[in-house]
C-alpha cells in the first residue's frame, strides 16, 4: 500500500529561541526517553495500568447503585477527567503534535504536565507515536489501525481489539528520534516526559488527597481514589483509545482524506472534540475539529480563550474556504 508524505509539523519560533540544543543521539535525551522495543517489566507495569482501572469502570454501576456516590466524589472525576482530556487534546495532540498553534513558554510547559494526567504515557512517546499514525495513517506501518488485518468483518473485529488496546502491547516502538526530535531537543520536555511516573503518581493521589481533607476521612480518601483516579482514568484511556478504534472504523466521512477517519457524534463531549475525526485527517493541523453547526468542541474553545489572554498565538482557525475545499462534494455556488 502507498501512503503519501508526513505532514509538515510547525516548529514554532518561541520553541527553537527558547530550547536548548541536544544531540539527537545524546545519553541524556536516550536516557530521558526509553529504548525502541519494551520491555517485560513495562508491559506488566501496562497491564496493571490497564486492568485495574477497567475493573474498577466495571464495578462502578454496582457500587454506585448499592451505596451511592458522593458529590464530591462526582466532581472529582469530572475535574480530573476533562483537565486530562484536555491536556490530551489541546497539549499533546493539536499543539506538540501538529502544531496547532504556539504558545508562549509557561503554556507550553503546563501543557505537558497536564497531557501527562491523563496517563496516557510520556509526552515524547505519545506524539512520536501519533505523528507516525498520520503519516501511515490506516495504512502499513500505522500504530493502531483497525483495517490491520483487512476488511471482512473477522478481521475488523480483530483490527478494531489491536486498535483499541493490543498496539500498545506491540514490543517495537515508535522511534522517537525520528518522529519527535523538536521535543527530545527541549530539555523542559525532555523532563516532563522523563517524570511521566511523577505525573502518574500525583494523578492517581491529588483525588484522595482532596477527598480525605474535605471529609477529614479515610473513608473520604478511599472513594475519592475510586472515583477520580480509578474510574476516571479508565474512562478517559477508553473514550481516547476509541478515536483509535471506532472512529476510524465508523461514522460520517464528509471531508476528503487518505484514511477512513469518521465522525463519531455521540463520542464529541467525552473526547472533548477529538471525534470530529473525519475533518482531523483532512486537515491535520487545524486548531478546530468539529466545523459545523452544532458540533461540539470544548477543545477548540479552551484554545481560543487562551488566544484572547494571549497565552497562546498564530492559531490555525481552519478558513470558510479551506473547509469547503476538503469536502467530498463542493457547496454549490450562489446564483
Not at 5 to 10: A, F, I
Not at 284 to 292: F, I, K, L, N, Q
Request: charged share 20%; proline share 6%; aromatic share 10%.
Amino acid at each position: 500500500m502507498t501512503t503519501s508524505p508526513p505532514e509538515v509539523l510547525d516548529s514554532s519560533p518561541d520553541t527553537r529561541n527558547e530550547t536548548a540544543s541536544a544531540a539527537p543521539d545524546s545519553p541524556a535525551s536516550l536516557a530521558t526517553l526509553g529504548s525502541e522495543k519494551r520491555g517485560s517489566v513495562e508491559q506488566i507495569a501496562l497491564l496493571a495500568f490497564i486492568v485495574v482501572p477497567f475493573i474498577a469502570l466495571l464495578a462502578a454501576v454496582p457500587l454506585m447503585w448499592g451505596w451511592g456516590v458522593s458529590w464530591l466524589d462526582l466532581g472529582l472525576l469530572t475535574a480530573m477527567y476533562f483537565i486530562g482530556c484536555h491536556g490530551i487534546t489541546i497539549g499533546f495532540h493539536r499543539y506538540f503534535t501538529h502544531g496547532s498553534f504556539k504558545a508562549k513558554r509557561p503554556l507550553r510547559i503546563t501543557l505537558a504536565v497536564l497531557g501527562s494526567l491523563a496517563v496516557e504515557g510520556p509526552v515524547v512517546r505519545w506524539v512520536a507515536d501519533h505523528r507516525k499514525h498520520h503519516k501511515f495513517s490506516d495504512a502499513e506501518g500505522d500504530p493502531h489501525s483497525p483495517w490491520r488485518y483487512g476488511e471482512t468483518v473477522p478481521a475488523l473485529m480483530k483490527g478494531l481489539w489491536w486498535a483499541h488496546v493490543g498496539w500498545m502491547f506491540d514490543q517495537e516502538q515508535t522511534p522517537q528520534q525520528k518522529y519527535a526530535p523538536d521535543l527530545i531537543k527541549d530539555p523542559a520536555i525532555r523532563a516532563v516526559s522523563r517524570q511521566f511516573v511523577l505525573w502518574t503518581t500525583v494523578s492517581l493521589l491529588l483525588p484522595a488527597v482532596v477527598g480525605g481533607l474535605a471529609t477529614m476521612s479515610w473513608q473520604g480518601a478511599l472513594t475519592a481514589f475510586f472515583w477520580g483516579s480509578l474510574v476516571r482514568v479508565a474512562l478517559l484511556h477508553h473514550v481516547t483509545w476509541s478515536i483509535n478504534s471506532i472512529c476510524h472504523a465508523v461514522g460520517k466521512r464528509p471531508f476528503k482524506s487518505r484514511d477512513k477517519s469518521g465522525n463519531v457524534w455521540w463520542l464529541a463531549i467525552l473526547s472533548c472534540g477529538e471525534s470530529w475525526h473525519n475533518l482531523h485527517h483532512a486537515d491535520p493541523t487545524s486548531a478546530r475539529h468539529g466545523v459545523e453547526r452544532g458540533q461540539l468542541d470544548s477543545s477548540a474553545r479552551i484554545i481560543r480563550w487562551m488566544e484572547l489572554a494571549g497565552w497562546a498565538y498564530d492559531v490555525r482557525w481552519p478558513a470558510r474556504s479551506r473547509i469547503d475545499s476538503r469536502r467530498k462534494e463542493q457547496p454549490r455556488q450562489a446564483a
